[in-house]
Nanobody
Framework: QVQLVESGGGLVQAGGSLRLSCAAS????????MAWFRQVPGNERKFVAGINYSGSGTFYGDSLKGRFTISRDNAENSVYLQMNSLKPEDTAVYYC??????????????????WGQGTQVTVSS
């Protein structure tokens, strides 16, 4: 079992940057694929970025690659999301998620069995 706690959200002006962190507890963090999703009220959670168990593979949703970068540190049981050139449409609650099939990078929320509580990111224009 894995418990996930996100941090790093906040209010930032358009064009700014934020780095989200997700700290995981549990002995087997390194076998999980990890991902970030985001959700705005009234919409379903949307895939942002994912990384496989070793960090050797990453995948990004929509056209986020180039602005967002996902990384992980298995020694620190952590995954990160560096967000640059933020836009007002990036405003959402961002969730960290873990999937036991660590080789691939699922893009659907249903594939992830563990979730953090979410952290709010607000980008002002």
């Amino acid at each position: 079992q894995v418990q996930l706690v996100e941090s790093g959200g906040g209010l930032v002006q358009a064009g700014g940057s934020l780095r989200l962190s997700c700290a995981a507890s549990g002995r087997t963090f390194s076998v999980y694929a990890m991902a970030w999703f985001r959700q705005v009220p009234g919409n379903e959670r949307k895939f942002v970025a994912g990384i496989n168990y070793s960090g050797s593979g990453t995948f990004y949703g929509d056209s986020l690659k180039g602005r967002f970068t996902i990384s992980r540190d298995n020694a620190e049981n952590s995954v990160y999301l560096q967000m640059n050139s933020l836009k007002p449409e990036d405003t959402a609650v961002y969730y960290c998620a873990a999937a036991q099939n660590g080789v691939g990078i699922p893009t659907t929320a249903a594939a992830y069995g563990y979730w953090g509580q979410g952290t709010q990111v607000t980008v002002s224009s």
